[in-house]
Every structure is written in structure tokens, then in C-alpha cells.
């Protein structure tokens, strides 16, 4: 987030700009200076600013519809290809979401019209394009509101089409199911638009690879959170694996690398207290340098990997595993000993037996 610059904040969230944001500025006044004059540059730059103040509306519709469920947008942030809203939690209930996905369209729509009204405009389809120059300033703001409009309810979800799309088929599917099958719909469009941008667009090539990227971590975030709920770190911890004691050296680490599957291997203390983790990578790093297999174990291990109790839920521990960036949580019981530990690959491996389990 270092990347984006703080512009306002309103009714508690931050409006932010990301820096490439003044790139797309830059580009616009540049290509216009270049076809025409200076004043045809300061015309993009503005047309420009107004339609990312109409796409910050747009967020707004959605942040302000997300409020009304008791969803809070601590920040909205400005990238070249449109804005982004983070939203706290997406709301559940179908009915919910498909309120606040249209919300943001609603505004264009609202924009567009009043516009259409104000300047006495037909509704003529031959004005569907920003390239119409002969038109007015406010004639394009509307026209760009428009395509907004249709762009956006395109169902390539994580786009506000692909939420109604989501709900809609959560309705009948479930929600975990259902966002499979959306984000799946979602990254096949995003390969037609990556085509059709490599015939001269290349921000819709830009837009294809956020859709495709975006599309794929919503789908395995709700895949995770669906796997995890009501479950606890008992299902799904580690419990049978080797550990280094206090004395240990990084050769022992080695050794016990080449031994067993394991990459990432508990320093366990005289009462069997959790004192840190040495990664495959600390080991490797280590032997690198001279002498570097007669170092303490204690010396190259990780001291931050957090640990939950043997109670905690599944998705706590995932969620504190992400939050610290961690390879793996620590499980620990009542008196404060190492009972095992969960690493990323055991939520996927519980992935992938859960299906057949459940097929059964
Ligand atoms: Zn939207």
C-alpha cells in the first residue's frame, strides 16, 4: 500500500491514490500533446480526472449499499484500470451482495441521465464511443458513463456483473460452488479480453490480467474460508514429526531435511516449549556460509512463528498465519507444550481429501 498516496477521507474511508494512477495522467496528456496541442492535453487530463471522480461515485455506490449491512470500506484506492474498493467482508446473503454489486453501476446510470437531461441529449446508439469528438465535454462524460455501465456488468467476476452472477448461482449452488464456477466464467472472459487487447488495447490487457489475478485469490479465499469453517486446528495439524532440540546444530537440521518430507522443523526446549522454527531456506542459507553446519539451531531459527491453543478454530489459525506471513502456526495445549502445527500445504491437502470425503 506504500505504492498509493491518501487524498481525503469521507464517512470513514479513505480515498487513495496508487501512484500509477499519475502514470495514466501522464500518458493521456502526453499522447494528446503529441496528436494535437497543449490545450487538447489539458483537455484529456481533465476528461480524465472527471471520469475517475464519476468511477470514486461508482465505489461510493457500493461502499454506501456494503454500509447499510453493517459493512464497513476502511479504504478505496485509485489504480489506472479503475477503483477498489476494500470492503471489510463481502456480504453472504445473495440478496446482499446483488444490492450492493448494482449499487456502484446505479450511480452511473444516475450520472449518465442527469447529464442526458441537463444537456437535452437523444439517446443516440452512434454515441457510444469516446472517440466522437465532435460531441461536447459533458456529451462524452455521459457516454463514458454509459460504456461504464455496460463494462462493468460484464459477468468476469471479481466485476460488479460477475457478483450478480456469483449471487445468482449461490442461490441454487452454494456460495463456495458458486464462486468456483464465477471466478472460472470470470478468467475465461478475462482470456477473451487479453485477446482482443493484444489487437491494440493494452489496458484492456491490463484489466484481463487484474480480472484473471483477482478472480483466482477471491476463489481460493472462499474455498479456504468455506474448508476451515467449523473446524478447529485438531483437524488438521501436523502430529507426527521430527524436532530439533536446543543443542541442535544446522547439520542435525540437515540431516533431518534429507530424512523426512518435513521443511520446516520445530526447536522444541527440555519441557517441550515451542522456542522457533528453522525453514528449509535457514538451513540452505546457512550451509552457505563457513562453518555454517556447526551453527545453533537456535542461532538460524525463526522466533516469530505464532502459536493458538488446541481449541482454536481453523480459520483464526489461517487467518493469524497469513496476518504474520508465517510458514506455519504452532498448536500448543493447556500448559503452554508443542502439540503439533499447521503449515499451508495441510489446509491444502485438507482440500483436497475433503471432496472425497464427502462424496462417500
Ligand atoms: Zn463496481
Redesign the pocket.
Known amino acids: 500500500m506504500s505504492w498509493s498516496i491518501k487524498l481525503f477521507t469521507l464517512g470513514g474511508t479513505a480515498v487513495r491514490m496508487h501512484l500509477t494512477f499519475l502514470l495514466l495522467v501522464a500518458w493521456i496528456a502526453a499522447m494528446q500533446w503529441v496528436r494535437g496541442s497543449a490545450a487538447d492535453a489539458l483537455y484529456g487530463v481533465t476528461f480524465i480526472l472527471v471520469l475517475f471522480a464519476c468511477v470514486v461515485l461508482?465505489e461510493f455506490g457500493?461502499i454506501w449499499a456494503a454500509r447499510r449491512y453493517g459493512i464497513r470500506t476502511p479504504d478505496v484506492t485509485l489504480l489506472p484500470i479503475g477503483g477498489v474498493a476494500s470492503m471489510e467482508r463481502m456480504p453472504e446473503k445473495p440478496s446482499q451482495e446483488i444490492v450492493v454489486a448494482l449499487a456502484?453501476?446505479a450511480v452511473n446510470v444516475v450520472i449518465a441521465l442527469v447529464l442526458i437531461v441537463a444537456l437535452g441529449l437523444s439517446f443516440d446508439p452512434a454515441l457510444m464511443s469516446i472517440e466522437t469528438l465532435q460531441t461536447s465535454f459533458w456529451a462524452q462524460v455521459a457516454v463514458a458513463n454509459v460504456i461504464l455501465v455496460v463494462f462493468?456488468l460484464i459477468p468476469a467476476f471479481p466485476m460488479?456483473g460477475g457478483r450478480v452472477l456469483r449471487a445468482v448461482l449461490a442461490m441454487w449452488l452454494g456460495f463456495g460452488r458458486a464462486t468456483a464456477v464465477a471466478a472460472r466464467i470470470g478468467q475465461g472472459l478475462a482470456i477473451v479480453f487479453a485477446i482482443l487487447g493484444l489487437m491494440g488495447n493494452p489496458f484492456l490487457i491490463l484489466i484481463a490480467a487484474f480480472i484473471f489475478l483477482a478472480a483466482a485469490g477471491e476463489a481460493s479465499y472462499v474455498q479456504v474460508r468455506e474448508l476451515t469453517r467449523g473446524r478447529r486446528v485438531t483437524d488438521a495439524m501436523i502430529t507426527s514429526f521430527e524436532a530439533l532440540g536446543v543443542m541442535s546444530t544446522v547439520d542435525d537440521a540437515a540431516s533431518l531435511l534429507l530424512r523426512t518430507t518435513q521443511q520446516e522443523f520445530p526447536v522444541l526446549d527440555g519441557a517441550s516449549r515451542l522456542r522457533g522454527i528453522v525453514t528449509r531456506q535457514a538451513i540452505v542459507d546457512a550451509l552457505k556460509t563457513q562453518d555454517g553446519g556447526a551453527t545453533s539451531a537456535l542461532e538460524v531459527m525463526d522466533k516469530d512463528t505464532p502459536t493458538v491453543m488446541l481449541d482454536t478454530p481453523l480459520d483464526e489459525a489461517f487467518n493469524l498465519m497469513q496476518r504474520a506471513r508465517a510458514p506455519m502456526v504452532g498448536v500448543v495445549d493447556r500448559e503452554g507444550k508443542f502439540a503439533g502445527y499447521v503449515t499451508r500445504e495441510n489446509i491444502t491437502e485438507l482440500m483436497m481429501i475433503r471432496p472425497s470425503r464427502e462424496a462417500r
Open positions: 461508482h457500493h456502484g453501476p462493468n460488479d
